[in-house]
């Protein structure tokens, strides 16, 4: 089974992994997703998603209002991401973690 | 939220000592969160002299270290002001890990070495991503030496050194034989220091924090130990000792008053032996861990041979509370270096540093840290402030990479394929820029080119006050250009919500580069007696003085834009303080704090006539201003051109959000005729955009399913925003 895995990389959740066992895993404000990142004043409601789709890992901004970032780039459409990827939600800082990794 | 925990049962008293340590760094850096980042800084300190010495041996100098993951702390955007104080997950990982560490050596507590390799050992960690990118290289190298302290620690007696003094301490004069310490400039106060202990004397230099007291020591042994010097200065042996590795170097073992006593009694034994106590204030002011009485008993009993070194706040602090402690001592003032010295020591320095970073370092971005850090850091000294820019300037792209919205990964494989990077002038002012709040270009900006191009500024940003704006352009225009850019005090008069404040807004946002650096105060709600203590300060009962408001913001923010709105109902002692304050360029606050004002400006504003003011404000400082500008009532057709920027503005504002929003020539009639009465200004107009257009605006776009795609429109009476 697929099973996508995340870990923060900053903030007060530092070091939170958080895996799926869906094919997909919404990152927003407890409640509403998967993994919530209340702490985080720029996060919306469901600000992300990462899901599989036809094999490929896909990272998607649900709308944010303060958006879904690969480096400086602001994501306006999905982009497939693979293990060790890096991107922004808010001000946290988020790293794809591979099936292997350990957390 | 849910957040990680610690458990402080099992760790040794060092480990505590490192933790307490974190938690004091967490809360200096105001993070509002306690991390792995924090606990290596306090881990650091509490590690002592052999771990500081595992960093040295893997090419990793351990200060420098401290301040780069210092700032980048500062800049952390997660630091909420009011949140609850969480651990972070991660930390509590490092705790299991240091835990089995500690299990695998044969123990039950986990000390400061364990823990050092529990963070080394955490892939994700934002220190093991700063390390690695530093020096990659290295980092494997330190991972080595700290797992080698581990494997010593087994089964060693920690409580038994073979030398006690290196337990708390560091051989000075070991270092300055093992490497080269330049001495620049200091020969003036070095050669008193060296008068003084000849004469069995103990100097304390007496200095700013920055200036540079901890390197003249290591300027002094250097100079003990060079040829050509007196025959017993060179047998002597300097060893530092500084109140935190004293409190956070005891371990298990007799109490620590009778820990510090011997180990004060081993080097009054040894007459080669001379001791540096770091912040003596701190030391004697520590009366947590009772490590202060032994002190203070071996200096006035004379028995003891040191140099020391404070703070002129703390030399005062100590005649005060300690006479028979400064009865024995004799203080050696040490200044800020002159701005020529200051580059020699920079030049030295950015050597070292450009080696630690792997990056050149050029001649323009030495000058550029010194001048600038005098220009826009005004309440710190030379050279340690400029110290802290190289340092900053260097680290940043390894900085930046940890940041979110950026590519740590791309930032590190950038790092290590090209050739060395290169520090210039762009990268201080950038560093200059996060440390002041002041935009990297206007930093850049010479004085002349500030006040060019303001005129045009002004008059595109105001609308209809064409008299006022030319009299506030000539007015910066002709008034004092100092190095740091002009300097106006301004009056402004005039109606309600005709643009006084957007004049004030604009001016901060050309002066110092951002509109936000206004700090608006209404003298209405200061016209009490007690104004003048709420602006200033209050020294306060029994020694517990409060800040004022201004005095606050001119300390922490020099470069900003003071609004003074209702100027004539200020009361009069608060006028008189200001008139003084212009006249000599800073403020002194009852508390004791000195306040720059001369990177400020001063706007007072009022609604009443040019003659009021004339009666009301003390002549002292009406002298003081620079002008006085009058705004005039609006006019209907300046209404129209308000409007229409301001929905211009809403437009593009909504295009940043990817909303694409188009409006019907009706909305425009019905907000005039609904808003356009002038008797407020243009405060009526503003207020019916923001009531009949923006709530409804904002209502729609709630919707969950909220379209990118809008026209307003008038329907019935009312604005409707159709997709």
Known sequence: MTVVRVEVLTGPMDGLTHYSH???????????????????????????????????????????????????????????????AVFTVGDTLIEVLGQGDSP | MKGGRVDLTVFAPAARQAFHQAVREARLLRSGYLGVEHLFLGTLL?????????????????????????????????????????????????????????????????????????ILDEPRAATTRILRSLRARSFDGLRLEVGELLLRQVGEDTQHDPDPLLRFGFDLSEEAASRDVPVIGRETALAAIMVRLECGDCPVIVGEEGIGKGALVRGLAALMRAQ?????????????????????????????????????????QDPRVVLFLRDLDHLLDDNEDGIDAPVRAAITRGKIRCVASTTPGGW????????????????????????????????????????????????????????????FLPDRRLPGKAIELLDQACAQPVLAGLAPRQDFHQAGEVESRQPPRQIGAGEIAAAVARASGIPAARVLAGPREVVAGLGEALSSAIVGQTAAVEQVVRAVQAGRITEYGPR?????????????????????????????????????????????????????????????VLVARLRRAPWSLIYLDHAERAAPAFLDVLATGLEEGHLDSPVGHRAAMEHATLVLASREPAEVL?????????????????????????????????????ISE???????????AQVHDLLLERGGSTTHGARTLLHTVDRLFLRPLRLSLGAESAPRHLEAVVRHGEIAFLP
């Open chain 2, 614 to 650: 004339q009666e009301v404000l003390p002549p002292r400082l009406l002298a003081q201003l620079d002008a006085t500008a009058c705004f005039t009532a609006l006019s209907p057709a300046d209404l129209v051109v308000i409007l229409e920027r301001r929905l211009g503005r809403l």
């Open chain 2, 228 to 268: 050509g010097g007196l025959e017993r200065l060179r047998s002597l042996r300097l060893v530092e000792l500084c109140p935190d590795s004293l409190r956070l170097g005891l371990r298990t073992g007799p109490p620590a008053p009778e820990q510090v006593s011997r180990l004060l009694e081993e080097a009054w």
């Open chain 2, 316 to 375: 005062s602090w100590l005649e005060s509370q300690e006479p028979a402690v400064t009865a024995r001592l004799v203080a050696v003032e040490a200044e800020e270096p002159p701005a020529g010295v200051a580059l020699r020591i920079l030049n030295q320095v950015g050597l070292e540093q450009g080696a630690f970073h792997g990056v050149k370092i050029l001649e323009e971005a030495v000058r550029a840290a010194l001048v600038l850090s005098a220009r």
């Open chain 1, 22 to 84: 869906e094919d997909e895993l919404v990152i927003g404000l407890e409640g509403s997703a998967d993994l919530g990142l209340d702490f985080d004043p720029r996060i919306s409601r469901r600000h992300a998603r990462l899901a599989f789709r036809e094999g490929r890992l896909v990272l998607e901004d649900l709308g944010s209002r303060f958006g879904t970032w690969i480096g400086a780039q602001r994501l306006r459409e999905p982009v497939e991401v693979s293990a060790g």
């Open chain 2, 654 to 664: 909504m295009e940043e959000q990817g909303i694409v929003l188009k409006l019907d």
């Open chain 2, 46 to 118: 509490a590690g002592g002299h052999p771990l500081r010495l595992a960093f040295e041996r893997a090419g990793l100098d351990p200060e420098r270290l401290e301040r780069v993951i210092r700032g980048w702390l500062r800049t952390d955007p997660q630091r909420p002001a009011n949140s609850e104080f969480v651990v972070t997950p991660r930390l509590e990982r490092v705790q299991g890990a240091a835990l089995l560490a500690a299990a695998r050596c044969g123990r039950d507590h986990l000390g400061p070495i364990e823990l050092m390799v529990a």
């Open chain 2, 488 to 548: 106006v005090s301004l009056l402004l008069l005039g109606p309600s919500g005709v643009g006084k404040f957007g004049l004030a807004r604009e001016l901060a946002g050309h002066l110092y580069g951002l509109p936000q650096r206004v700090l608006r105060l209404d003298m209405e709600e200061y016209n009490g007696a007690e104004s003048l203590a709420e602006l200033t300060g209050d020294p306060g009962a029994h020694g517990f003085g409060r800040e004022g």
